[in-house]
């Protein structure tokens, strides 16, 4: 999939630009604080509805404005579609050509992203909120069902931590209700698990030879960590979480709050049985993000059948010369790629020539270089 332009109206430091993206390589270069990375924002935030660096919407809008508007053309299979998200000072509208979509799962199907940028590191760093967050995010792009379970299962688990609060387990009623509650949340929980542990099966299938292509390091991958045991077995999975249901049964009316399910899941990154959250380098955590999230390109066009557009903030500066060369690679001339960097220095000569280049100023577009020139 292609984004052919996308606008941008009071958009963080952006009063008005249309740009006009290559269905190649883009590069967007600049000096610090001029909007390089609002334009890679505001790409996600048409493709996820949020933004990757800020919970405040407020703050998308430019300052001194009360609305803000980000809208763009979307290219897959031959189709147009109009994609427009509005932010206003306490609402948010979305559109799919320029009709009103008033669910989320429905929108954030229709454009997929690959973004990394330098405050990814979190994801192996940071807690589990930030991984469990990720995950489903990627798996909401890919298919809107998965959102709309999770959104069941985050209604259920919330009616359960609010019944806990309350209630001892003493009343028949009482007891019935929690056991009703359980069966919901059980239905919902295997489908969650189920997809999450596909998707990180994928990503394992891919990602050693990424990782090892990108450091000559071996033995990478992704360790899903549910707190009951799990496989590919729905039946096995329903049998686990009755069984663990039942076990806390107490700790749950104790604790007041549901200890089970994919609420708690943990996900981890490994190279040759090491967790790179304690033992990695800063760069092979960098690494380790970055295959992560090469594999998830090829995992994208697999279910998708079109390649997502991949966002890279700034990763060049921050890589030695040999993993540039390793990382260049993988951006082929096939997918569409929006690059970020302060110096043109910093890209090689060859990808270079093959790109659209866009010079950003204090939140302006000064200089716009059409691709082999
Ligand atoms: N809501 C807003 N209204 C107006 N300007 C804003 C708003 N939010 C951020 N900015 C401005 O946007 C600029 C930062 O933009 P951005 O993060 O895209 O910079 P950058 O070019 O990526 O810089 P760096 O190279 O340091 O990463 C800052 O000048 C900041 O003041
Ligand atoms: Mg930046």
Known sequence: ?????????????YSNVKIKLSEGINIIYGENAQGKTN?????????????????????????????????????????????????????????????IEPKVSNYI???????????????????????RKYI???????????????????????????FLKTKQLYYEEDKQYYSILNEHIINKAVSIYLLRKKYIDKINEYAHDVFFNLTGISDFYIKYKPII?????????IEELKKQFELKQNEEFRLKKSIVGPHL???????????????????????????????????????????????????????????KNHLLKYIDNNMQTIITTTDLKNINKKMLKNSKRFKISDGNIIKEVEEHE
């Open 39 to 99: 334009i890679l924002e505001s790409i996600y935030v048409l493709a996820l509805t949020k933004s990757h660096r800020t919970y405040i919407d407020n703050s998308l809008i430019k300052i001194g404005s009360n609305k803000s508007k980000i809208s763009g053309i979307l290219l897959k299979n031959n189709i147009k579609t109009k994609l427009c998200v509005e932010i206003t000072q306490n609402n948010k509208i979305l559109n799919i050509d320029s009709n």
């Open 265 to 323: 899941d943990e996900f981890e990154f490994y190279v040759k049985n090491k967790n790179l959250k304690s033992f990695g380098s800063q760069g092979q955590q960098r690494m380790a993000v970055l295959s992560m999230k090469l594999s998830e390109v090829e995992i994208f066009k697999e279910y998708k059948n079109s390649y997502p557009i991949l966002l890279l903030d700034d990763v060049f500066s921050e890589l030695d010369n040999k993993k």
């Open 1 to 13: 999939m292609i984004l052919t332009e996308i606008k941008l109206v009071n958009f963080r430091n």
């Open 229 to 237: 045991k799990i496989n590919n077995d729905k039946n096995l999975i």
């Open 136 to 162: 489903n995010t990627q798996l909401s792009q890919l298919q809107s069902n998965y959102m709309i379970i999770l959104n069941d299962y985050n209604r259920l688990i919330k009616m359960k931590n609010k």
């Open 109 to 131: 199907s229709n454009l997929n992203i690959i973004f990394f940028y330098p405050e990814d590191l979190e994801l192996v760093k940071g807690n589990p909120v930030v991984r």
